[in-house]
């Protein structure tokens, strides 16, 4: 979860940095009847002052049109957005079907017309089919609106009503995925019957602190150990045990199994305020800064 919010707030603050742009100098870009109409006034100026006061950007370098490339800057950063959220909605439905995660139910839901019994990750699923159809119209907007013939052509009008559809898609699949997370159960159980069965992946401390220590062969060993066996919480203390190693290293090797294995994660995953604004969800490089201001 705290990988994925740093991600999202990451992409969140590029998406917030975008600043819409706009234009106000004639029909070409040149302030040609401005310039005959009233040749003392500084057109630029004014006109940059005045899209300026719409708490827009100026624009000075235009043609019959702004040229759209900050809406396509714009949708890339919320394709982008909406990419990393998929991947955070296939996730948790991978963890359903694994049983890693529960869903509440809710009273007169159906999960399927012909099992009752059956409880979908109808959430997830539903955002990750909205952010589909979402990323096809926004990257496709993105890259048909920067171009336009001899610096003008009408194709960008019928693309221009659609800006908003994108975006719909996109809010639908938020909503979803949040509705999805409120329902999220972690089934402890599960997870424990599953760590019991992957004593394994303490091949990897262990050949660490060989390393460490100038055991021979470290890797080899581990290797004949777990390769194509079965593991168990015996094997490998067995294994600890033959091991030429100090007395501190071999207890803290004794006393690991794989649900103590778990670095940092902890900490990490408790300090993701100091990283991301849980309030606005957009990453913080400077936090005492922005908080203080």
């Known amino acids: 979860m705290a990988n994925f919010a740093i991600r999202l707030g990451d992409q969140g603050k590029t998406f917030s940095e975008v600043r819409i742009q706009g234009k106000f ?16 006034i500084n057109w630029p100026s004014i006109a940059a002052d005045f899209v300026k006061s719409l708490g827009i950007e100026f624009n000075p370098y235009v043609t019959q049109i702004e040229p759209h490339d900050y809406i396509a800057k714009l949708f890339n950063a919320v394709t982008q957005f909406n990419n990393i959220l998929m991947d955070f909605d296939r996730d948790i439905w991978s963890y359903i079907s694994l049983g890693y995660f ?6 007169g839901e159906i999960g399927s017309s012909t099992m009752p019994h ?10 990750e089919g909205n952010l589909d159809i979402a990323n096809c ?3 496709g907007i993105s890259m048909k609106l920067p171009k336009s013939r001899m610096q003008r052509d009408l194709t960008d009008s019928t693309v221009i009503r659609n800006l908003g559809v994108g975006l719909g898609y996109s809010l ?9 997370i409120r329902k999220l159960q ?3 159980s ?16 262990i050949q660490t602190v060989m390393r460490r220590y100038a055991v021979p062969e ?4 581990l290797k004949e150990l777990t390769r194509g066996r079965a593991v168990n919480k015996e094997s490998i203390q067995e294994f600890i045990e033959s091991l030429d190693l100090p007395e501190e290293a071999r207890q803290i090797l004794l006393e690991l199994s794989p649900q103590s294995y778990i670095g940092e994660a902890e900490n990490l995953a408790k300090s993701v305020e100091d990283h991301v604004d849980l309030t606005t969800g957009f990453k913080l490089y400077q936090k005492t800064s922005l908080r203080g201001s």
Do not use: C, M
């Not at 639908?172 to 509705?179: C, D, E, F, N, R």
């Not at 599960?190 to 401390?205: C, F, G, H, I, K």
């Open 186 to 188: 972690v089934n402890e």
């Open 25 to 40: 100098a004639g029909a070409v870009g040149n302030y040609n009847a401005h310039k005959i109409a009233y040749p003392h």
């Open 137 to 139: 119209l926004l990257s």
């Open 172 to 180: 639908l699949a938020y909503k979803s995925t949040l509705q999805g």
């Open 190 to 205: 599960r997870l424990n019957e599953d760590l019991e069965q992957t004593w394994e992946v303490l091949a990897e401390p």
């Open 118 to 127: 059956k409880v979908n990750p109808i959430d997830f699923e539903n955002s």
């Open 102 to 107: 529960k869903q509440i139910t809710k009273a």
């Open 218 to 221: 470290p890797y080899e060993k």
